[in-house]
């Protein structure tokens, strides 16, 4: 006896290229909806379909890898430009960019927690001048009084 298996349907290319132009960022999800002539009605069904759901999920959870692989690669260069704002003549930049820097050292604990690797994620310390490595200290006291 033969048991019938429900064979699983892929998504229609309607709905693949409504999901592809919800994630360009060119149009508004109602934009979108109008670009391919699929109505309110029609999308809240498929947002209720699993097999489109688990799709547009997919894409959000590239979207967000895309993201923190951009972050990542410019880490690097935003904490040696904040380092070389800290020697800045105008006293509030140097002071903010000191607080930045002082921040996202902070973050380092959590990087363990997680298992990353924090000397790629914190500013290059040993590279701080004597001059900037003085303005940080000044700031912490600073907090530290107030």
Known sequence: MKVAMKKKKNLTKR???????LFAGELE???????HKVSRNTFNKWLS????????????????HQSELIIARYARLAALKLIALTESDKDETA???CL???????????????GLNPEQ????????????????????AEEKEQ
């Not at 820097?101 to 990087?111: A, G, H, V």
């Not at 040993?126 to 912490?140: E, F, I, M």
Request: no cysteine; aromatic share 6%; proline share 6%.
């Open 15 to 21: 709905q693949l290229a409504v999901i592809e132009d």
């Open 49 to 64: 379909d699993q097999r489109f759901i688990e799709q547009f999920n997919n894409r959000i959870a590239q979207a967000y």
């Open 121 to 140: 994620s914190t500013p290059p310390v040993d590279k701080l001048s004597p001059q900037t490595a003085s303005r940080l200290l000044a700031v912490l």
């Open 100 to 114: 930045d820097i002082i921040t996202r050292n902070s973050i380092s604990p959590r990087l363990y927690a997680e």
């Open 95 to 97: 002071r903010k960019a």
């Open 29 to 35: 999800e109602q934009e979108v909806l109008d670009r």
